[in-house]
């Protein structure tokens, strides 16, 4: 369906009606204006079928105003970083296995190439992050580059099936994991740590660190694959990523030291690729249905009755001319470079709605731009030689059959 929505906003204009009860909108201010602090807007039914845990609510999937904003407050010092010591630390040392995974069983030669599943192991890279960030311990599935829990065997049976979480043993794991965390009365500083301080329940937490591992691992490790496929797809966008990246010293960098956040957000090409990559392929599709609320409300000078949803297209806000010029079908992280001021901030604002925004913007957003802003420095470090082109062939091999077949048309060549 996202592939549609776009077609009807385009046809219809910002505000289509695509049910007898549900209007779609790609119009910036009106989907900041509706998620605001203090908006009269609350979440839909549509978050109803986000419930990942049949014994109860996440905070994913929490109708509820006051009950989510509460829940939200005790999580969110957690997800922030600011309880968890370790939380950059913990994120590189599963980049560093992930390229030792690459440089010890995939390594090609002139005469021979490895091919690897980019497809998977990034996922397995996914997965070992959120669990290492949410439990202290990673699941392994880069040390035995497998699919420890069946994870994915699993989900690729059911994607249709979104309460099939509870089922997935991965994710059983997870939850004697935190059993025994509160049981023993470990204080540890990471995420579950951080939910235990702040009076989340046992059960609360089990069902929040399933909802962390399920949207944590197949988000992220959807941006990764779509990112490296846009960057080894456009030689020209590659060369200045690395160019930069050589020019500030961190190529070429030790083998066990991973670029920081801060130094990665002092390099301006980098972070405009990473904000072209969350435009040109956001990781969620979901419509995030707001409802209008009691007593109705006037959008574009038209009434609206109270309890009517009003669902994202967030693929047509992210192709829209007006904010993102005249070629957003186009990989082109220059237009983040070139914007003027005003135009910048409504860029920014435009593609922090892949997020979400306000009290119902994704928790997990500072945990998403560190792994994404470390791990394309490194997958680039880890691949690196002085005549780049064979290496970034194979990648575009690799990532192409990961991804189903995608081609290069789109890209910017």
């Not at 392994?140 to 089922?167: M, N, S, W």
């Not at 060369?239 to 020019?247: D, F, K, T, V």
């Not at 949803?309 to 993102?324: C, N, V, Y």
């Not at 983040?336 to 913007?361: C, H, K």
């Amino acid at each position: 369906m996202y592939e549609k929505y776009p077609e009807v906003s385009r046809k219809y204009g910002p505000y289509a009606r695509i049910g007898p009860n549900t209007l779609l909108t790609n119009n910036l201010q009106l989907l900041r204006s509706m998620s605001a602090a203090r908006s009269p807007y609350g979440r839909s039914n549509y978050y109803a079928g986000l419930q990942m845990d049949s014994r109860g609510e996440s905070i994913l999937s929490m109708t509820n105003t006051a009950d989510h904003d509460a829940l939200r407050a005790k999580m969110a010092t957690a997800f922030a970083g600011k309880e968890n010591d370790s939380l950059e630390s913990d994120i590189d040392s599963q980049i560093m296995e992930l390229v030792t995974l690459l440089r010890c069983k995939y390594l090609s030669t002139d005469t021979y190439t490895k091919l690897a599943d980019l497809g998977d192991i990034i996922i397995y890279f996914a997965m070992d992050a959120v669990s290492k960030i949410a439990y202290g311990e990673s699941f392994g599935y880069l040390r035995r580059d497998e699919d420890v829990h069946k994870y994915l065997t699993t989900f690729r049976q059911a994607a249709k099936l979104i309460t099939i979480a509870t089922d997935v043993p991965a994710l059983r794991v997870g939850n004697k994991i935190v059993s025994q965390r509160y049981h023993s009365g470990e204080d540890k500083r990471d995420m579950l740590g951080g939910m235990k301080r702040h009076g989340l329940t046992k059960l609360q937490a089990e069902i929040e660190t399933i909802t962390t591992l399920m949207a944590g691992a197949e988000t992220t490790s959807t941006a990764v694959r779509t990112g490296l496929l846009y960057l080894i797809t456009s030689p020209v966008i590659l060369q200045n990523l690395r160019l930069e990246l050589r020019r500030n010293g961190h190529l070429d960098s030790p083998d066990d030291q991973c670029i920081s956040k801060a130094d990665a957000d002092k390099l301006p090409y980098l972070q405009a690729c990473i904000k072209e990559i969350l435009r040109m392929n956001p990781p969620f599709a979901g419509m995030l249905e707001k409802a209008v609320p009691d007593g109705g409300d006037y959008i574009n000078g038209h009434y609206v009755p109270g309890g009517t949803g009003i669902a994202h297209s967030t693929f047509s806000l992210q192709r829209d001319t007006e904010i993102f010029g005249h070629d957003p079908e186009i990989f082109r992280p220059e237009r983040w470079i070139q914007a003027s001021p005003e135009q910048l901030r409504t860029m920014n604002d435009a593609v922090d709605m892949v997020f979400g925004y306000g009290r119902w913007g994704c928790i997990g957003r500072p945990i998403a731009y560190i792994e994404l802003s470390k791990i394309f420095v490194e997958s680039l470090d880890a691949n690196d030689d002085r005549d780049s082109y064979y290496g970034d062939l194979i990648l575009l091999l690799l990532t192409q059959g990961a991804l189903g077949g995608c081609t290069a048309e789109t890209f910017s060549l």
